[in-house]
């Protein structure tokens, strides 16, 4: 049922599912897969089961199974791409330490669906980065994706033109040159001067002609040929038509060879002349040059030397210039910084080093990569090492299930539900170490985010991995999430109205407190509370969001995404996305009062430039306002941390290039600087107009589509 966390009928909770864009299951299970051949060759002719993967699950759970997993579990030689395939895993380590009864309810729990899934892992070492390193992609993803680099169809096209067709045209050149009695032709004031061809005839003639046309021929069945009306193809149809004189040619088809050899021979310089040999030998050096496509399959070719489900520890060992035994046609070319880029993607470093790199490039990517360091935080609460490997792989490989769309406030599934990892819950060891690198890395992470995106909202993947760390570090925050308009129900939880009351104390009196309007408190007798949909709502931050939302509230017939749209964005304005909650929590004030003018300036930046770029339809010029709105809320947060003096002057600069479409905002933003207020339609006395990215019919900042 779409909406509901588990769509596929007669399916756990748990099962990873295959989940197309837009949140929407397709019914495949992600973890069923037929057996290998080497599954298949360790199971004797009378294995039970009804299928082949529940043959191989069911030989596992036997003596001579359990030991090769419980080899695989010591030696590390054991790797997690899907959770469901470290479920025996966990079986085999509760036996081995003599948790019998647990591996027994676990074995029942799997059992329904040992036909279909696979519980096994693929045996081999583990290539998870070890330490504060990450990567984005393993050796072998990016090597894939260097050996699809291909020749652009340009590119090709004009190798071809110099390689192939450029000393043909030349031979044909010579050729016809040899026949013209006098002066070559040439253009003089666009007029044709000089001597005209097929007056006399070379003994070699037949010869030449045949070579050179048998030659044509070839290159004709392996490139393009040229375009018909070229001097080239002129050229070359006469040819065909004279074997030893012009006889069939008329007086015409002559003056047409005559033009053509006169505008080759004053564009390039007669055959043999210093003026087109130069030429052509500028144009051979350019040919013989290896193209992108080539040093992209050598710079994947070093790539083999590495494990190819690991990373790369650094990339100097890839980045120099090609060696002569690699491409002795290249020797001594550099890797272009583009291809070295592409292979950064594989390059295992800290965080940091790979946004500057570029390798992270947005807040999204940043939440791809950072369970690779949650679930060694996590792990860390296992004492065995054995166990705490198997946990910190499930982590990762679940972290990269895709999200359900889900109604009703229902949430995505959580790590702990599933059975083999609530079966080792009891494991787990509270010491006061995790929580203390759980908060620095939270913290960490927070600051490279806001850093690196300013302009942007923490995305959901991000948020959600967010609150795993804070469930670790025990802080308790309440983050929250970005709800897609087509699907709000109408109400908000608790922990919407704890971040807004976070966000209004930490921001009363400041550029944001004023510019948005927070309310100066959420003053716990007014709270009003229900249980909806087995959840704690908050009735009265709803209302006061939809309250709110009636200054975008433009057209007498709202669409119900528009409007659903206005109430969220408000929940984002009341709350400030997170921003309040995190920076006071991780004790970042300081560093924003730093930073925050970059930041600041950056978002406004971003803003601006935006809104410069064409809008082809209607629906992403609304896209375009909407994150526009968003950077702009961003670039105020950072700013009321900070003297905007400075920041204010340059974005008043900058906006010019708008016109009046976007004056509004900028005076808006600048009379709240100066001590005004919006009134009811958000508007100031200096004809200043608050920034809001929803409306429920025309924007006043619309630009136009065209």
């Given at each position: 049922?779409?909406?509901?966390?588990?769509?596929?009928?007669?399916?756990?909770?748990?099962?990873?599912?295959?989940?197309?864009?837009?949140?929407?299951?397709?019914?495949?299970?992600?973890?069923?897969?037929?057996?290998s051949?080497?599954?298949l060759?360790?199971?004797?002719?009378?294995?039970?089961?009804?299928?082949?993967?529940?043959?191989?699950?069911?030989?596992?759970?036997?003596?001579?199974?359990l030991?090769?997993?419980?080899?695989?579990?010591?030696?590390?030689?054991?790797?997690?791409?899907?959770?469901?395939e470290?479920?025996?895993l966990?079986?085999a380590?509760?036996?081995?330490?003599?948790?019998?009864?647990?591996?027994?309810?676990?074995?029942?729990?799997?059992?329904?669906?040992?036909?279909?899934?696979?519980?096994?892992?693929?045996?081999?070492?583990?290539?998870?980065?070890?330490?504060?390193?990450?990567?984005?992609?393993?050796v072998?993803?990016v090597?894939?994706?260097?050996?699809?680099?291909?020749?652009?169809?340009?590119?090709?096209a004009?190798?071809?033109?110099?390689?192939?067709?450029?000393?043909?045209?030349?031979?044909?050149v010579?050729?016809?040159?040899?026949?013209?009695?006098?002066?070559l032709?040439?253009?003089?004031?666009?007029?044709?001067?000089?001597?005209?061809?097929c007056?006399?005839?070379?003994?070699?003639w037949?010869?030449?002609?045949?070579?050179?046309?048998?030659?044509?021929?070839?290159?004709a069945?392996?490139?393009?040929?040229?375009?018909?009306?070229?001097?080239?193809?002129?050229?070359?149809?006469?040819?065909?038509r004279?074997?030893?004189?012009?006889?069939?040619?008329?007086?015409r088809?002559?003056g047409?060879?005559?033009?053509?050899?006169?505008?080759?021979?004053?564009?390039?310089?007669?055959?043999?002349s210093?003026?087109?040999?130069?030429?052509?030998?500028?144009q051979?050096?350019?040919?013989?040059r290896?193209?992108?496509?080539?040093?992209?399959?050598?710079l994947?070719?070093?790539?083999?030397?590495?494990?190819?489900?690991?990373?790369?520890?650094?990339?100097?060992?890839?980045?120099?210039?090609?060696?002569?035994?690699?491409?002795?046609?290249?020797?001594?070319?550099?890797?272009?910084?583009?291809l070295?880029?592409?292979?950064?993607?594989a390059?295992?470093?800290?965080i940091?080093?790979?946004?500057d790199r570029?390798?992270i490039?947005?807040?999204?990517?940043?939440?791809?990569?950072?369970?690779?360091?949650?679930?060694?935080?996590?792990?860390?609460?296992?004492?065995?090492?054995?166990?705490a490997?198997?946990?910190?792989?499930?982590?990762?490989?679940?972290?990269r299930?895709?999200?359900?769309?889900?109604?009703?406030?229902?949430?995505?599934?959580?790590?702990?539900?599933?059975?083999?990892?609530?079966a080792?819950?009891?494991?787990r060891d509270?010491?006061?170490?995790?929580?203390?690198?759980?908060?620095?890395?939270?913290?960490?992470?927070?600051?490279v985010?806001?850093?690196?995106?300013?302009?942007?909202?923490?995305?959901?993947?991000?948020?959600?991995?967010?609150?795993?760390?804070?469930?670790?570090?025990?802080?308790?925050?309440?983050?929250?999430?970005?709800?897609?308009?087509d699907?709000?129900?109408?109400?908000f939880?608790?922990?919407?109205?704890?971040?807004?009351?976070?966000?209004?104390r930490v921001l009363?009196?400041?550029?944001?407190?004023?510019?948005?309007?927070?309310p100066?408190?959420w003053?716990?007798?007014?709270?009003?509370?229900?249980?909806?949909?087995?959840?704690?709502?908050?009735?009265?931050?709803?209302?006061?969001?939809r309250?709110?939302?009636?200054?975008?509230?433009?057209?007498?017939?709202?669409?119900?995404?528009?409007?659903?749209?206005?109430?969220?964005?408000?929940?984002?304005?009341?709350?400030?996305?997170?921003?309040?909650?995190?920076i006071?929590?991780?004790d970042?004030?300081?560093?924003?009062?730093?930073?925050?003018?970059?930041?600041?300036?950056?978002?406004?930046?971003?803003?601006?430039?935006?809104?410069?770029?064409p809008?082809?339809?209607?629906?992403?010029?609304?896209q375009?306002?909407?994150?526009?709105?968003?950077?702009?809320?961003?670039?105020?947060?950072?700013?009321?941390?900070?003297?905007?003096?400075?920041?204010?002057?340059?974005?008043?600069?900058?906006?010019?290039?708008?016109g009046?479409r976007?004056?509004?905002?900028v005076?808006?933003?600048?009379?709240?600087?100066?001590?005004?207020r919006?009134?009811?339609?958000?508007?100031?006395?200096?004809?200043?107009?608050?920034?809001?990215?929803?409306?429920?019919?025309?924007?006043?900042?619309?630009?136009?589509?065209?």
């Amino acid at each position: 049922m779409i909406g509901s966390r588990t769509p596929v009928a007669d399916t756990p909770v748990w099962v990873t599912l295959e989940v197309l864009t837009g949140g929407f299951a397709t019914g495949r299970y992600v973890a069923e897969s037929p057996p290998s051949a080497d599954e298949l060759a360790r199971l004797p002719v009378n294995a039970p089961g009804e299928t082949d993967r529940e043959r191989v699950n069911l030989w596992y759970l036997g003596d001579e199974g359990l030991a090769e997993l419980g080899h695989a579990l010591r030696t590390g030689r054991c790797r997690v791409d899907v959770p469901e395939e470290s479920a025996l895993l966990v079986v085999a380590w509760l036996l081995e330490h003599g948790h019998f009864a647990a591996a027994l309810d676990l074995v029942a729990e799997l059992r329904p669906l040992m036909h279909r899934l696979r519980f096994t892992p693929t045996f081999g070492p583990s290539s998870a980065p070890a330490g504060a390193v990450v990567r984005r992609h393993s050796v072998d993803e990016v090597r894939a994706q260097l050996r699809q680099a291909t020749v652009p169809p340009r590119i090709a096209a004009m190798r071809e033109t110099l390689q192939v067709w450029n000393p043909l045209h030349d031979r044909l050149v010579a050729l016809w040159c040899d026949t013209v009695d006098g002066d070559l032709p040439e253009l003089v004031a666009g007029t044709v001067s000089g001597g005209w061809p097929c007056r006399v005839w070379p003994d070699d003639w037949v010869e030449r002609r045949r070579q050179w046309l048998d030659d044509y021929a070839t290159a004709a069945e392996l490139h393009h040929a040229r375009h018909p009306k070229s001097n080239f193809a002129r050229l070359q149809s006469a040819l065909e038509r004279c074997p030893v004189d012009s006889s069939a040619l008329t007086g015409r088809e002559v003056g047409w060879i005559r033009r053509a050899l006169a505008n080759t021979i004053s564009a390039h310089g007669a055959p043999g002349s210093e003026a087109r040999a130069a030429l052509r030998t500028a144009q051979n050096e350019a040919a013989a040059r290896p193209t992108y496509a080539t040093l992209a399959h050598v710079l994947s070719t070093r790539l083999d030397r590495f494990p190819r489900d690991g990373g790369l520890p650094a990339l100097d060992p890839i980045a120099g210039v090609v060696d002569g035994a690699e491409l002795p046609a290249a020797a001594g070319v550099a890797m272009p910084p583009h291809l070295l880029a592409k292979a950064a993607r594989a390059l295992e470093a800290p965080i940091g080093e790979l946004v500057d790199r570029g390798v992270i490039g947005s807040g999204e990517v940043l939440a791809e990569v950072l369970p690779q360091v949650t679930s060694q935080l996590l792990a860390a609460n296992i004492a065995d090492p054995v166990l705490a490997s198997v946990y910190a792989q499930t982590y990762a490989a679940f972290r990269r299930r895709r999200s359900l769309l889900l109604l009703n406030l229902e949430h995505q599934v959580r790590f702990d539900e599933l059975p083999w990892i609530s079966a080792v819950a009891p494991y787990r060891d509270r010491s006061q170490k995790t929580p203390r690198a759980a908060a620095q890395t939270l913290r960490e992470t927070t600051a490279v985010a806001l850093g690196a995106f300013p302009q942007t909202i923490l995305p959901n993947p991000l948020v959600r991995e967010f609150r795993t760390l804070v469930k670790q570090a025990e802080l308790g925050l309440p983050l929250v999430e970005e709800v897609a308009a087509d699907i709000f129900m109408g109400t908000f939880t608790a922990k919407w109205r704890e971040a807004a009351s976070v966000a209004s104390r930490v921001l009363s009196g400041t550029l944001y407190g004023r510019y948005y309007d927070l309310p100066a408190a959420w003053p716990a007798a007014e709270q009003r509370s229900r249980i909806r949909w087995r959840k704690l709502t908050s009735d009265d931050f709803a209302e006061m969001c939809r309250r709110r939302a009636q200054e975008a509230h433009t057209s007498q017939t709202p669409g119900y995404v528009a409007q659903n749209g206005t109430v969220l964005e408000q929940s984002q304005i009341l709350t400030s996305h997170n921003l309040a909650v995190l920076i006071e929590a991780l004790d970042l004030t300081d560093w924003l009062r730093e930073v925050g003018p970059e930041l600041a300036d950056r978002a406004f930046s971003w803003a601006i430039q935006r809104q410069t770029q064409p809008v082809s339809t209607w629906i992403s010029g609304l896209q375009g306002l909407k994150n526009t709105a968003y950077a702009w809320r961003q670039g105020i947060f950072f700013l009321s941390y900070c003297d905007p003096t400075a920041v204010l002057a340059r974005l008043e600069e900058r906006a010019g290039v708008l016109g009046p479409r976007f004056a509004p905002a900028v005076t808006g933003l600048l009379d709240v600087a100066a001590g005004a207020r919006f009134d009811p339609r958000g508007c100031t006395p200096n004809g200043g107009r608050r920034l809001l990215g929803w409306t429920t019919g025309p924007h006043w900042c619309s630009a136009a589509v065209g």
